[in-house]
């Protein structure tokens, strides 16, 4: 077993689930590398971050991301800051020679991603971006289904990530609203989801034509902002930057049509990112909220018993599932990241190239500003 | 074609049902024989059961069901009244040489199902119990699935019909909550049929043990009862005479074992007639709130995909569908009396006996008689 | 109760539907008006028309559409036709001075739906489209929420009408996938209940962006057809002229986005005409294929029970209900038309118009043709 | 913070859940003790047993476990091996002066149960049952639901645990399938848990009957079993002594009643875990399949809105909820060893005794023990 030194930027939501996972992912898919949790970093040097570091399993904490980036014990940065951070983290990380993996969006440009996907390439390392949501046994599934042949030639994708925290038109502008910060709302916190989730599954986009709404503009100021949704108003208020809800149309590389949602104004759905693909053999329905589920339909059965079937997709043959627990014994959020991390400790190992990287990032940004292109042109955009 | 003479006895809920089932049988499976819809017969001669029977559809309306059974004119004799009064009107007309049909329960003591069945037997007239559950398009592919083998050998069935019209303690004392014009409460009305699905879907019953509880022991008397549900509460109270819920299980002939509820208590479940079989190759589950649709899990299929299949139960492959409208099209509750109809005719037309019949009336009921022994003697009985 | 004498045009799908509708409206739904149904009108004067007249609950049977609309002794010309055939028709009555009702969509092109209406406004008679999906009880009971001001603002509208009846390339070329017949595909079919449903429920439409596609460019000739999809392929092909799929992004009047779905190819959904709606207060969502139910979250309830309940609409309380059954014993697909037919012997009755009407075909029509505009021209196109 | 160190016995299915959470709970759910995973405990001394105390994230590993119970630097001994283990470790440890915390079911006999609770008592050690399903934060919410008065009087109580592990007559005799390891079949390993779910949610038992059944009598012997179900036939068999399959019915202290199934024979059920409690005020549904919902009904709201609302209990005001991610990113099996330790950790923090504990372990098994007695008698028993 070989040790592999980790520094992590970031320890707020994604702080939180990157650690976790960096934490489980030798224990629960023992391999010939072991990461070894060497330091976390964030903004200042606080008591507080010390704490947290101790509390999410690392040995140190520091504030300063560049002195962590260039220290020789650290082998891998990881990267789970807001999008605007990515590019000049990522980018002195390759240059110290450090494999590096980033949180999604790669960046909020296309110009940043490029520059960072041709860091990495210079400097020879590993990349990873983290979609997470790749790494669900059930979305596993489907990727090995299309792969079998089981749902044809795909005709028809329809893709929605909506949930339903700022309806509340009190909730304050957190930096998830800001376009400095984000770079974008819907679209590129989850909209970026679907996107990614499509051209794994389905094709790259050709065109797109969409519609950005933001349905409130005005929101208080924050006061404190605790990470994971948990943050308070103070007084005064600013303007919302960023789309609170972004739809558009597509036509794939492989000739099927796509309709995609995106909203933070879908009361009810906490985190609704679902998918639904109609191909000429077979169909598949994905949703996050049940993600120990696909339902599946298979146009090759006999007439009288045709109809969607729900796998729980929780059997030791399922993708990644024999780590876990018998069949029927759930697996939850977190579990996608110790996927992730599985999966790119396998290609370190192996000395191959993680999935997704950054070449999907620089992708998936291309398709994102083509729908914010579109969505001011009125018109169909090639990303 | 020819016509065939119906009489039918009862003009409430099951009135209003049979009566629609008449009118629409040869419009949407059109045979030989074509039912003319001669009579309605109620307990007095008003202007409300004459104005009942133009709207439901009948030539005619008469308050004398001896009189009715006995013309000449009269082929058919369909009662749909409550259970105390079956057995004098079953006899009546099979002595008149009347076909008979018989809502369910057949009659509230097993010795009146006895005479029942001996008369229609002696007269060699055709009979029909209105079991309608057995005439589900879905109900009815679950039959076919076990003929086909595609359970394999039954180990576990449950059926739970549950309803939660009473709950309220105002709720009055209609005819439903007392002994002697229901012979039983949730046991007899909706465990009856829970116990005749699973006589016609799995086995005859060996031995029952069983549980009856009255939560609810007094109860406003009713001022006014137009049937349907729909009644008032007058002054003074009277006592509950029958069973709120029963429960009890059972072993079958087949060598499964079977658990049963029934209950007017189940708050939320408005017509939740249930049932789950589960067998060595395969289980089916399904629910009568929604009846259009069947799950079906095949042990057979490749274990990465096996999974309950929703198949909505309205292709023109599926049982009775094809005579009403394209797939995805749903039927709803007054179709299953409509098929059954349409089964009585066509056994009229080839000289068969209808299924379900007085047989099954007899059967049915020694199970329900078994199950209130065993409430009292607190010991597994026989039916 | 007076009479009111009815004669249809088409006697297949829609025929059978409407047919049946007329015989049952006054069984459940007792008015002053009662239709006697007087005639039914086809193509040929064939033994086979006559008999499906008789079957359906018809006096008499024609073959002259013209002759028909003109006799004096009917009331209203109910025409269930193809849409290419509607103009001449219900002008043809209106100028009789006959009402009409006119199955969807009104016409295959927007100059035929002004006519109409101007024909029919001119004449003074009453008109009714026949949208029957408006008449669910679930879905009135989104209207009657929305009018409680129970989802607030609008902010998100969801429509997909999924089917998958032509999957498989074999399928002959039926007169629904020929544009002279048909005037669009899976838009005008299917896409225009959707564009119907958000009408009544959300805003009318301000702008639209859409893409039409057609999978399958050749289809074999049709060699029989005896409607309801029960159809023959015979030799040699010929050109789909008709969309398969068509998806379209919307903004309404009301400020809130929309998006789109239809098609052909949603392979396992049957009849899946689904809608979700998002406001400020509360959601809800719809699924023809379970039309009993309605998902209804509200944002009012305490946060730690918040989430969507399936309201079972069978309750005496809720629209169209009370003629029917008890709570749980559900209805069909047939029991929209008469609640259909209901309320247009209501309007007669009281002398207002019918909803929706010809005023409703014609916006219909506009927004159909703006999602046309806009897949040719690739931009956002106003109706 | 405080350091409390921990052994555990038990390292296959339970130990590596055990042992995750020993892991997980002071990140999640800081306190002022923190476990110190100091031994894991097998059968014998091999490496596999020091990799598996390495993986598994413990200090060092032993083979016997009476030394472990009695090294002086030990406060809580965990045990997680088969029930018929039970009995002498934890009496070993509670008079080692240990804390005591013990996998369900408590022993295999009631007397060994009481033996246990005694010895615990005398040595004044804290103890704890693991009764992990307790601690889901849905089946908490409906505690806390009931405890609020949301559901009324309890009237019917339906639980049923069903999986499908060994339908296959081929899967070889494991430990669970004999009666001298396992105490019972589905009754004592599933059967336990609804036992345990019903007397925490609604009340004691006053007295039941049941049924025990074994389908398939004769097994294959065990070659090699690595728990977790992976396990592999060898060549001769053995007899099943336990049972297949348990049904009971139940009447509780507080008036209701219940129905129970249990089985390893319901095909397409994984872990079936399920309970509907219906009360006067209000009804719940619960599934661990989808254990992150929860299903509830509310008489008290407006008739026509009525329904089964689905919570997706992972919102921040749910019990543990707080503690891990934002809304709707659900968490999974093992997450509930983990809010159990956080249980134990915060009793023994306020010198309170934990809950579940062996007071619950012994009147489990006088449940248990006299569903047996009953299904040997034929008659109701009393626990």
């Not at 985190?271 to 077979?282: A, D, E, P, R």
């Not at 996927?339 to 790119?344: I, L, Q, R, W």
């Not at 999907?360 to 169909?380: F, H, I």
Request: net charge negative; hydrophobic share 40%; glycine share 8%.
């Amino acid at each position: 077993m070989t040790e592999i030194n980790v520094a992590i930027i970031g320890h707020k939501f994604m702080g939180k689930a990157h650690s976790n996972a960096w934490r489980q992912v030798s224990r629960f898919f023992p391999g010939k590398l072991e990461p070894r949790m060497k330091v976390l970093c964030g903004k200042a040097c606080t008591e507080e971050l010390e704490a947290t570091a101790r509390q999410f399993g690392w040995e140190e904490s520091d504030c300063d991301w560049q002195r962590v980036v260039e220290r020789e014990d650290i082998d891998v940065v990881d990267i789970a800051t807001p999008g605007y951070l990515h590019h000049d983290m990522a980018i002195a990380a390759a240059q110290a020679g450090k494999h590096v993996i980033c949180e999604k969006p790669l960046a909020n440009t296309l110009a940043d991603t490029k520059e960072m996907l041709k860091a990495v390439q210079k400097a020879g390392v590993k990349h990873m971006l983290m979609h997470n949501y790749r790494k669900i046994p059930a979305v596993a599934l489907v990727r090995k289904f299309i792969d079998d042949g089981r749902l044809g030639d795909i005709y028809h994708y329809h893709g929605a990530y909506l949930q339903d925290w700022i309806i509340d038109p009190e909730f304050p502008l957190v930096w998830r609203l800001q376009k400095k910060f984000a770079g974008s709302g819907a679209l590129g916190d989850i909209g970026a989801h679907a996107i990614d989730l499509a051209r794994y599954l389905n094709s790259e986009f050709n065109t797109v034509v969409g519609q950005m709404t933001t349905f409130i503009k005005e929101r208080p100021l924050v006061a404190e902002d605790k990470g994971l949704r948990q943050v308070k108003a103070g007084s005064g208020t600013g303007k919302v930057t960023v789309d609170d809800d972004t739809n558009f149309l597509a036509r794939f590389a492989n000739g099927s049509v796509g309709v995609f949602e995106s909203s933070r104004f879908g009361g009810g759905r906490k985190n609704y990112n679902t998918f639904q693909i109609y191909g000429s053999k077979g169909s598949v329905a994905f949703n996050l909220e049940r993600m120990n589920e696909l339902e599946f339909y298979d146009r090759e059965d006999p007439q009288e018993e045709q109809g969607f079937k729900t796998i729980n997709v929780t059997e030791s043959v399922h993708p990644y599932v024999g780590a876990w627990w018998p069949a029927g014994h759930i697996i939850g959020y977190e579990h996608t990241f110790v996927h992730a991390f599985h999966d790119f400790l396998t290609a370190l190992e192996n000395d191959t190239l993680p999935s997704p990287n950054f070449t999907d990032g620089v992708k998936n940004q291309t398709v994102l500003e083509a729908v914010e292109r579109s969505a001011k042109s009125g018109k169909w955009e090639k990303p």
